[in-house]
């Protein structure tokens, strides 16, 4: 870049934005921890893989793959989905939350293990500048949600959450049966405990077929009661007591004279071993555990784990085992919101698995029926997500002093959300047990609308008659009518369109639509309303929907001052639900948006006002004294060739952020 002369009094202002337990381990949410030299790689679908060995180091076939693997000496490369199949087409799938997803395929995702000793965080950012590689992930650690023998001499059967969940009446409808399998992810489950092995699945085509044949041909020989995904072993065995206290609560046997009694205690348990001893394990585990559960025939799975690290490749499991089961984890047991960080006291860090839309995250409760102290919770209820990402947490449940199995047949009393988890994944059994034809989405509604203050009514929701439960989501511009410049912004003189989006987290809502007019005290000069009323249409159970076929349509005034704000008010509502409004305000823009490349010399004055809307590449640039530049977030100035820019002291160029 050439400069013509010294530069005088440039102001530049960051257009930058800033964001203001009793655990075993203690988790950081800002730095969680991953495997050392290990690396999970996820290739793009399109990329034709050739394992071998040379020399002791992984090829591919891919020669700037192979250059990697020489670099960092890799010496296993194993997929994480070994019975994972290319599909043609990409099916989608949409969660409770309303969004459509695509499920993506999980045959080119592999772990990584490599000999240089090097941070894999550092080794990830090469294998991403890749363009064979869709992601590079840390195979981050994930870990049993802690929880603390609070009483071992605690008397047999004062299991007082049973009542609180109203489990009892819901026993009178239905106790579950074999055709629900809870899926315990977890540290393994005594299987041969006197209060749970008649209840543990057998995998019936491995028990009648041959000692180390993979007889039903899973990709696991001889998993005859489940797998262990730690020593990679059919003995899922639990090494820890962590996984077998789960499934007690979960499916414990009943009516047996013995110990305790599960919520669901005529389902079957499967018993997958991801969490060593330590209650430490890895989330490449995970996604595979989460694939061998759903793939073997669970209906319900249940994870008392979690991590403030997200893993992509455990998203994409839960993902595509979206299709088959309904799967439930527990919120964690630091005390943070998964809302936003404002204000920013409590921690604001979402647990996953738990804090995804499509799982259902729980909360723990006390025996009073508050929040235990302990317990990560969610401020904006279980429904509306206060963040961008859609975390949310979606029911509270028991999670102190919780008695159930221990190894050997013992019993004793936790305490955690990992103990409140698996009395909700014993609930869903029991409610598919009983109406097998509800949706998941429909399961979901019914489970939040049902419960008692957020605390999990099983009884209330087996039969719950849903109900409409609109909430406004976002609204979305749209500027592409004639004299727009088509970025999505309201700008001064432009006739714009708005549609809402609706979530319905209830029953049907019949024939929704939607009004906007001006808030009662805005000035009504800056803007005319064409067209006040959207019609959405009908929107199904836990779903939802947007007005994008009938938007509202709105001119703005041409002489609307830059970054003004207009305020309007929405009315959402339906033929069976009343309505409600909410207030919407749209940030209008008026100048001359700088953006893309420009040619020649390209000269600013300061009787104009510019905004930068996007990286902004010139090819000569004059600026005079006085002018100023406004950017958006992300925006950026790039002079290839020659820039004059003359400002003084009492007439400065300044550059700041638009907003």
């Known amino acids: 870049m050439k400069i013509s002369r010294f530069i005088l009094g440039v102001i530049l202002i960051s257009s930058g934005l800033y964001s203001q337990t009793p655990q075993s381990f203690n988790l950081d949410p800002y730095n969680p921890t991953y495997e050392p030299n290990i690396i999970i790689v996820k290739f793009k679908d399109n990329v034709s893989l050739s394992k071998g060995l040379a020399k002791g180091v992984v090829t591919t076939g891919v020669s700037g793959i192979d250059q990697l693997n020489r670099t960092y000496e890799v010496e296993s490369m194993e997929q994480i989905f070994p019975n994972a199949q290319p599909r043609l087409s990409k099916p989608t799938f949409r969660d409770p939350s309303g969004k459509e997803h695509e499920v993506p395929n999980l045959d080119k995702i592999y772990k990584l293990k490599y000999k240089a000793d090097i ?33 071992p001499l605690y008397q047999s059967g004062d299991q007082w959450y049973i009542d609180a969940v109203n489990a009892p009446a819901a026993w009178d409808s239905t106790t579950g049966d074999a055709t629900q399998i809870i899926g315990i992810i977890d540290t393994g489950v005594d299987w041969d405990h006197p209060d749970l092995d008649d209840n543990i699945w057998g995998n019936q085509a491995e028990v009648d077929g041959v000692t180390g044949i993979d007889d039903d041909a899973n990709g696991y020989v001889d ?43 005529n389902t079957r348990i499967l018993p997958v071993k991801v969490l060593q001893s330590s209650g430490r394990g890895s989330s490449s585990d995970l996604a595979a555990a989460i694939d061998y559960a759903a793939q073997n025939g669970a209906t319900v799975i249940n994870m008392s784990l979690g991590s403030y690290g997200e893993s992509q490749t455990v998203k994409i499991a839960l993902e ?25 006291f409590p921690i604001y860090a979402p647990m996953y698995p738990a804090s995804y839309g499509f799982v259902i995250g729980v909360e723990a409760t006390t025996s009073s029926g508050g929040l235990a102290g302990f317990s990560n919770f969610d401020p904006s209820g279980p429904v509306v997500a206060g963040n961008a990402y859609g975390h949310n947490y979606e029911i509270k449940a028991p999670g102190v002093g919780i008695y159930s199995t221990f190894p050997n047949g013992n019993y004793n009393s936790l305490n955690g959300t990992s103990m409140a988890s698996p009395i909700v994944a014993g609930a869903v059994a029991l409610m598919k047990s009983y109406n097998p034809a509800q949706s998941t ?179 000569s640039l004059i600026i005079d004294p006085g002018t100023i530049l406004r950017l958006n977030n992300d925006a950026s100035i790039f002079v290839s060739g020659y820039l004059q820019a003359d400002g003084t002291y009492d007439s400065l160029i300044t550059f700041t952020h638009n907003g």
């Not at 595509?320 to 920013?344: S, T």
Request: net charge negative.
């Open 441 to 619: 989405e429909q399961l979901f509604a019914r489970l939040i609308q049902s419960a008692n203050n957020g605390i999990l009514d099983i009884r209330n929701s087996l039969d719950y008659e849903l109900e409409p439960d609109l909430h406004f989501v976002e609204f979305t511009i749209v500027d592409t009518l004639p004299g727009c410049d088509r970025d999505g912004v309201a700008d001064a003189g432009e006739t714009i369109e708005i549609y809402l989006t609706v979530k319905n987290a209830g029953g049907q809502a019949d024939s929704v639509w939607s009004k906007i007019r001006f808030s009662e005290f805005e000035d009504r000069s800056v803007a005319n309303i064409i067209d006040s009323t959207s019609y959405i249409g009908n929107i199904s159970a836990y779903a939802t929907l947007t007005g994008e076929l009938d938007p509202f349509r709105i001119e703005i005034d041409p002489d609307v001052a830059n970054n003004r704000d207009i305020v309007f008010e929405y009315e959402i509502g339906a033929k069976n639900f009343s309505s409600f409004t909410g207030e919407l305000i749209i940030a209008v823009q008026n100048g001359e948006e700088l953006s893309g490349v420009y040619e020649g010399v390209l000269h600013l004055t300061p009787d104009k006002y510019y905004i930068v809307t996007g990286n902004t590449v010139f090819d």
């Open 320 to 344: 595509n085992a979206y299709a088959y089961v309904v799967m439930v984890a527990a919120a964690g047991n630091n005390g943070y919101k998964v809302d936003p960080p404002f204000p920013p």
């Open 223 to 265: 998993d005859i009661r489940g797998w262990d995904f730690v020593n990679d072993d059919n003995d899922p065995n639990d090494d820890n007591s962590h996984g077998t206290h789960v499934a007690g609560i979960a499916a414990a046997e009943s009516n047996n004279g013995i110990g305790v009694t599960g919520i669901a205690w």
């Open 119 to 151: 941070d894999p965080k550092d080794v990830i950012k090469e294998y991403q500048s890749n363009p064979a590689v869709e992601y590079a992930e840390p195979d981050y650690h994930v870990f049993a949600m802690a929880t603390y023998p609070d009483d």
